[in-house]
Every structure is written in structure tokens, then in C-alpha cells.
């Protein structure tokens, strides 16, 4: 039998998801308390605490990201993309710059995938580029996640080869640090949710967990955790490297520690604003391409709106 149950209007799917909401959380209350303590004390067992030392060196720390945004015609799509590294001086280094048509079915992704993986990809280019006149270059995001993502995504094998080949330029590069505010790994604590979660809620102070390495797709990464103030969130770090050790993460702490914003690292915040592509910034692009006179996705469905 079918898991989807029919609904015979919106009323009644808007009574389906409020029930589910319902079920969810008896569900999440009704967890084994006694589980959850001992993963929490699992978590805090696990937790070094380390309080990072003053680094007095004038280093070079570079956040790398990519934004993007995508424009839906009939027939068509156009995409704008940008990619940088960018020192805490907000100077910007090897930028990256997009913009272009795709029409039907070339890929084989939606527009959003399309355009998350070369985003993806130019992250990875910025990233070696910068390797060598930089401390620390932080990657936004997680390295083993955008690689399982893009093995499922990537049907046509010169994309996915291309991909790969991007990412793994960064192999042993030990300075370069993926960095995720947000992690589904659950290797170390093994619970139902990631490992980030218990560790959040078991331990305030500034500390770190390192974790082992996983070789991905020719790629040795290894996993650590880190908090880089008291009470701030937690962070899922990722090194392309197999020789990483307590050390090597002690010294990210303490290159990061006084170069961040209530415990995020500050050369992320300015390159995420420095790349963001804006529905303003779209606007003009599409106008200045002569696209004014296509007709928009959104507008097909505005004319079906008005129409009912």
C-alpha cells in the first residue's frame, strides 16, 4: 500500500501536515532519555577543551565562497555567478564571474543544481589558486558533502570528471579548511542526529573534537570540531588531508580565534557578502542582456493566476 494518503482539498492537506507536525513531535518527545544522556555524555567525553592562544603573526586568512542566482524564461534559463577569496582587509582575490544562457535539457539538472555545482567547482579553483599566499583559506561549506552530492548528481561523466579533478587539487593542501556551520555526519557519537548536536549541547567552552579521515573519491579528508569561544555554536571542519593531528587543529583555533565574529571566522562573513548576487543585482543583468522582452517563468503563472 502506498505511504501518500490522497487529500480531497487544501483544507484537508493543510489538517494532513499539522497532524504529521503533531506525530513528529511525540515522536521526537517520546526519544529514550536515557539514550540521549548517554550520548551527551559520549559527546563530552569525546571534547578537548582548549583555550586558543594569542597568535601575535600577521597572517594571511582568506574566506572562499561563491553566490549565485538563476532566472527562469520559457524555453531557457540564465544564470549569474560569482566566486572569490577574500582577506580580512576585504580585498579580493582570483574573483570568478558568470553569466550565461542554458537551454533545455543540456545538463540533465535542474537550473539550481546546475548552477550550485559549478559554484561548487569555482570555489575549488579560487581555493587552489589562493593555497599558496595564504595562512589559512577557508572553504564555506563541507567537502565531503558537495562530493556525494555531485557523484549523485553528475550523470554525464566529463562534468563529474571535471568536478573531481577540481576538487582534487586541493589533496594535502593542509591549509585549506572547509568550514560548516551545519553537519548530518554521525561517525563519531553514532545517534540519531549529528554528531554536531550532541556536541552543542554537551559542552560551552572553547575545544575541539578530532575525528578520523575518510578517503573520498581519491580525496583524504579529515573531520574535527571545533569551538572557538564560549557558548558560541560549534563548527564541522574538514582538511583535504590525511595528515592532520591534534596540533594542526589546535593551530586553526588559535589562527581563528581572534579573527572571528562570535565564534564564526570573519574572512567567511565577507566573502559570502562580498559574492552574493542579489534579485537587484539580476535585475540589471537581464535588462542590460535585452531579456526584458522574453517572457519569465513566473509571469506564465501570474497569467494562470489571473485566469482562474
Known amino acids: 500500500m502506498s505511504q501518500y494518503q490522497p487529500a480531497t482539498n487544501s483544507d484537508s492537506m493543510l489538517e494532513e501536515l499539522f497532524k504529521k507536525a503533531v506525530q513528529l513531535g511525540e ?3 517520546s526519544q529514550d532519555v536515557a539514550r540521549f544522556r548517554e550520548l551527551l555524555e559520549r559527546a563530552k567525553e569525546l571534547w578537548t577543551e582548549y583555550d586558543p592562544r594569542h597568535d601575535p603573526r600577521n597572517r594571511v586568512v582568506m574566506g572562499v565562497d561563491s553566490g549565485w542566482n538563476v532566472r527562469l524564461y520559457e524555453g531557457f534559463y540564465v544564470y549569474a555567478l560569482r566566486a572569490a577569496a577574500v582577506d580580512e582587509r576585504q580585498e579580493v582575490h582570483e574573483p570568478v564571474a558568470e553569466f550565461d544562457m542554458i537551454g533545455g535539457e543540456q545538463t540533465g539538472l535542474t537550473p539550481e543544481n546546475y548552477v550550485k555545482v559549478q559554484g ?9 589558486r589562493v593555497a599558496d599566499e595564504a595562512d589559512l583559506v577557508l572553504v564555506d561549506g563541507s567537502l565531503i558533502a558537495r562530493l556525494q552530492s555531485a557523484h549523485r548528481l553528475l550523470r ?3 562534468l563529474l570528471n571535471e568536478y573531481l579533478s577540481l576538487a582534487r587539487s586541493l589533496r594535502e593542501r593542509r591549509n585549506v579548511v572547509f568550514v560548516a556551520k551545519y553537519s548530518h555526519r554521525r561517525s563519531l557519537i553514532r545517534g540519531e542526529l549529528g554528531d554536531i548536536y550532541y556536541i552543542a549541547r554537551s559542552t560551552r567552552t572553547p575545544g575541539y573534537v578530532l575525528g578520523q579521515t575518510d578517503e573520498r573519491f ?5 573531520t574535527a570540531y571545533i569551538r572557538l569561544a564560549n557558548d558560541a555554536q560549534p563548527l564541522a571542519i574538514e582538511v583535504p588531508s590525511g595528515d592532520v593531528g591534534e596540533e594542526d587543529v589546535r593551530h586553526i583555533m588559535d589562527v581563528l580565534s581572534s579573527r572571528s565574529v562570535m565564534g564564526y571566522p570573519y574572512a567567511l562573513y565577507l566573502a559570502h557578502r562580498v559574492v552574493s548576487v542579489s534579485e537587484a543585482l ?7 542582456a535585452g531579456l526584458i522582452a522574453f517572457r519569465e517563468a513566473r509571469e506564465v503563472l501570474e497569467l494562470w493566476g489571473r485566469s482562474g
Do not use: F, K, N, S
Open 27 to 29: 515522536r521526537i518527545a
Open 120 to 128: 561548487e567547482m569555482a570555489e575549488h579553483y579560487v581555493a587552489d
Open 156 to 158: 554525464e561523466l566529463h
Open 218 to 222: 581519491g580525496i583524504p579528508i579529515t
Open 282 to 288: 539580476m535585475d540589471q543583468l537581464c535588462r542590460t
